[in-house]
């Protein structure tokens, strides 16, 4: 008879907070809500948040994901994304006399309207982020063309040559990398000491507490896991500071792109979900460590959120 071989132990580091930030579950729930009031289909412009599950669970309850207005009939709800979209993109969808929810979050609608704030005092923007990402294609088209300038790098921050140094503002994307927003913010100061600076930091404060999360697993960690779909930027960006430590850092959709062999020698594996990935992805990649280790879950606790936002008052 063969001896049963004991599996070997692992502790799993547990970030908190991870998941699902305020934000995305506003606009999960302007969707679902939105398909009880008007049945389906209901149209959403661009992935209301940048999760593969989060898309096909909604998509299955009767969601359409089209990616731009023209793409929807008139007489079908559209909801717009968690991401914000251009000025023209209600404008047009008004002259379409369409029925559309705004599932912008609150916290990018306030970069907004900072940008907004700056133009009318006739300062020169500059937004520090990701090109092509839709919150910076929003943000960007909250004003006329050339009103903003784009900064993506420290090398972009030193190049920059604004017309009147004197007169310039910053506001950044709300996923972006803590420390790597901090260095560029560091270097336009340096170049530009008088330049107005968002009243309170644009960085979200869910981006923010998850990253410290990471960095509060790091340390005690062989190997960091995090879920999130890769055209999330604040799941991207997770991974970043686990390597930033000086860690494997893998980010997956789920459990099954989980590879055994990163784990090879490990004793602790540091665990995140990026701000729009389910917590069921999380419980489902502890049971997928649990086929082949005897699993400790440590959570480790790094701030505690209690944000909320209301949701859109037709839907309430």
């Not at 369409?98 to 609608?109: G, H, I, N, W």
């Not at 907004?112 to 704030?117: D, F, N, S, Y």
């Not at 410290?212 to 991974?239: Q, W």
């Not at 784990?263 to 502890?286: F, K, W, Y």
Request: aromatic share 4%; proline share 6%; glycine share 6%.
């Amino acid at each position: 008879m063969n001896a049963v071989v004991p599996k070997p132990a692992l502790t799993v580091l547990l970030a908190a907070p991870r998941g699902f930030c305020a934000g995305v579950d506003r606009a999960i729930q302007i969707v679902e809500r939105a398909i009880e009031k008007y049945g389906a289909p209901v149209y959403v412009r661009h992935e209301i948040v940048h999760n593969r599950h989060v898309v096909d669970r909604l998509r299955a309850l009767g969601a359409v994901f089209v990616e731009e207005l023209e793409e929807c009939p008139v007489d079908r709800p559209v909801v717009f994304s968690a991401h914000g979209v251009p000025k023209s993109v209600p404008a047009e969808a008004q002259a379409r006399q369409m029925l559309y929810l705004d599932a912008t979050c609150p916290l990018v609608s306030k970069v907004h309207v900072e940008a907004e704030r700056h133009h009318d005092a006739g300062r020169e923007i500059v937004l520090i982020g990701h090109a092509g990402h839709p919150e910076v294609v929003g943000t960007m088209g909250q004003l006329p063309d050339g009103a903003v300038q784009l900064i993506e790098t420290i090398e972009d921050a030193q190049a920059f040559t604004p017309k009147d140094p004197a007169n310039v503002a910053f506001v950044t994307q709300t996923t972006l990398s803590v420390d790597d927003t901090a260095e560029i913010v560091a270097a336009l100061r340096a170049r530009f000491p008088e330049i107005a600076a968002p009243h309170k930091e644009d960085i979200c404060y869910a981006t923010t507490n998850r990253q410290e999360a990471v960095k509060a697993i790091a340390d005690g960690s062989d190997v960091l896991l995090v879920l999130g779909s890769r055209n999330s930027s604040n799941s991207v960006r997770l991974a970043e500071v686990g390597r930033r430590a000086g860690k494997p850092a893998y980010l997956i959709d789920d459990a099954s792109g989980l590879q055994f062999g990163w784990l090879d020698g490990a004793r602790t594996v540091g665990v995140t979900a990026g701000a729009s990935a389910p917590e069921v992805l999380v419980q489902g990649l502890i049971d997928r460590l649990a086929e082949a280790f005897d699993v400790t879950v440590q959570e480790v606790e790094a701030a505690r959120e209690t944000v909320t936002f209301k949701l859109p008052r037709v839907l309430a």
